[in-house]
């Protein structure tokens, strides 16, 4: 049984390199970007009247003005701002050449009719000048981010409409196990649903990825082997969830081994998630997971979303925080190094989600972060500083 620590150095040090491909800028949400993306034109691409009001010289701020006409944004101004002169100007214009000086309307007062003057105190020439914040041929966003909508704006804003990106990691999913039903279907007094297979299909999309359904492989060996085999050929990467425990019918690792699977770790000392398994074989890898619905989803959150970021070449980091822990919390047993599902209170506490074992499935909606445990650590103090990671 190897520690959670040398498990993750494992996946991580078996990772894949995602291919690369071209969408639109507006289809590029959470997408990783593969290339360095460039500014086209300086921005702001001239000196820019940040406020609506008047342009004119700094150093006839004390004159009362003659308002030479208008510049709206869009427009190229048609004159210059002489000496004496001003001219109305819309936020977003362009400042006309001679003026160097821009006060609002709420810093003007009419003089006469054609003439202001400034009323204001700040000196403040609200000019946003050209190039001022990106210079034309530098870089905007860099290479491994992750689309934000912030950052379609600036893909927008410098014209780069087709986006170099990191393909979706192509991920199969397979249930195991004869107890299973689909969600749609009424079970036997005996049956559950399967609800991991579904839970994972949904942590694979938000993790990137592009995730295929297999279905239930029941509890046999040469189907599962088929099933795996199947999405073995066709995925990066294969998640299987049950099936890998000490029962009778827990072949999940012989049947990878026959599909070609060399199993890397089988066993790990977390929890929860002792049994997660996980092999490579030549074209990807598989995650073997728990069945147990919280070790599934935990150890796909720790375990395989990294590994899918960083196949995309992401420079994605989890979200950790620190925070107080809102009540002293222990463990049975420390012999394993744990993940614990919290909740975040509203006076931003973090607060272990009561969890009657790893397969609570109802407790986890409650819990929006992690907190690890090293082995040997049983007990947390309230109030005691814990890392929070978000999930
Ligand atoms: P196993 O490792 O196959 O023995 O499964 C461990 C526990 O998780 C058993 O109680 C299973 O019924 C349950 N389980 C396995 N697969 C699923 C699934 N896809 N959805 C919900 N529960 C599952
Ligand atoms: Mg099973």
């Given at each position: ?144 981010r992750i689309i934000r909508p912030q950052d379609i704006a600036v893909l927008a804003s410098v014209g ?93 690792q012989d049947v990878l081994k026959r599909a070609g699977v060399k199993i890397l770790f089988d066993k ?113 103090e309230k109030d005691e500083t814990v890392m929070v990671r978000f999930i």
């Open positions: 049984m190897i520690l959670f620590s040398e498990a993750y150095e494992i996946v991580m040090g078996n990772c894949l390199v995602a291919d690369t491909e071209f969408v639109s800028f507006a289809d590029s949400l959470n997408r990783v970007l593969a290339e360095d993306v460039r500014a086209d034109r300086d921005i702001p691409p001239f000196n820019r009247a940040a406020v609506d009001g008047y342009a004119c010289r700094r150093s006839d701020l004390d004159k009362t003005l003659a308002v030479k006409g208008l510049i709206k944004a869009g427009e190229a101004p048609l004159f210059k701002i002489e000496e004496g002169e001003c001219c109305k100007i819309m936020t977003g214009a362009i400042v006309p050449e001679g003026a160097d000086f821009v006060f609002m309307v709420e810093d003007s007062q009419e003089a006469e009719p054609g003439k202001v003057r400034y009323t204001g105190k700040t000196p403040k020439n609200n000019i946003s000048f050209r190039g001022e914040d990106i210079r034309q041929g530098d870089i905007v966003l860099k290479k491994g780069h409409v087709i986006v170099e990106v990191s393909c979706k990691p192509l991920v199969g999913v397979i249930s195991t196990g004869d107890e299973l039903v689909e969600p749609d279907e009424k079970p036997e007094p005996a049956e559950i649903r399967n609800s991991n297979a579904w839970q994972l299909l949904a942590q694979a999309e938000r993790a990137g990825g592009k995730p295929k359904y297999y279905g239930i492989a029941p509890d046999d060996e040469d189907v599962t082997y088929e099933m795996v085999s199947g999405a073995i050929a066709e995925n990066d990467i294969v998640i299987l969830t049950g099936g890998v425990s000490m029962g009778d019918y827990d072949f999940v790990v000392r977390v929890q929860p998630g002792k049994p997660t398994t996980f092999g490579t074989h030549q074209g990807g890898v598989v995650f073997a997971l728990p069945g147990n619905p919280v070790s599934c989803f935990v150890q796909f959150e720790v375990l395989v979303k990294p590994f899918m970021y960083k196949m995309c070449g992401a420079d994605w980091k989890p979200a950790v925080h620190p925070m107080k822990l809102a009540a002293k919390y222990e463990r049975k047993s420390a012999e394993r190094a744990a993940w614990v599902p919290v909740r975040i209170t509203d006076d931003f506490r973090a607060e272990p989600v009561e969890y009657h074992g790893s397969a609570h499935i109802t407790a986890m909606p409650y819990a929006n972060g992690l907190l690890f445990m090293e082995p040997g650590q049983k007990i947390i």
